[in-house]
């Protein structure tokens, strides 16, 4: 089970209170498609969405996303970090997981074009919300 409280606290060592804050809405649609896309990969979900941003920075932001991925041995690293690393790439991707990830930053980031998303519930989402 995932600590929430413990994994911000970490995050928050190589970003401020303002990204986290869009780092969660990443976390929240992520968390929401992969209830729906791959249940039994919440926690990878989890995990890649809160790390998605933290490679953007610097080439040191790996050794944090790496050492951080150790505090969770379960997971998958490997598929999370490929997740994190493509994310911003507009790529289409037929895992699950990685899909999740990616349809909830193209979501957070008020994405409109449905021909880049990876999910059926990713693109639920981009359609009820262009219909409010």
Not at 55 to 72: C, E, P, R
């Given at each position: ?26 976390v929240n649609y992520s968390m929401t498609i992969a209830k729906a896309e791959c249940p039994n990969k919440i926690e990878e979900v989890t995990i890649a969405s809160y790390l998605h ?80």
């Amino acid at each position: 089970m995932i600590n929430f409280d413990e994994v911000e606290n970490k995050i928050l060592k190589v970003t401020d209170k303002d990204q986290l804050k869009k780092i969660r809405e990443v976390v929240n649609y992520s968390m929401t498609i992969a209830k729906a896309e791959c249940p039994n990969k919440i926690e990878e979900v989890t995990i890649a969405s809160y790390l998605h941003n933290v490679l953007k920075n610097s080439n040191l932001n790996i050794d944090f996303a790496t050492k951080f991925l150790l505090s969770f041995p379960n997971l998958d690293h490997q598929k999370i970090l490929h997740a994190i690393k493509y994310h911003k790439e507009e790529r289409i991707t037929k895992d699950p997981m990685i899909g999740s990830v990616w349809d909830g930053y193209l979501l957070a980031q008020e994405n409109n074009e449905i021909d880049i998303m990876s999910t059926a519930k990713g693109i639920e989402i981009l359609l009820s919300n262009q219909t409010c």
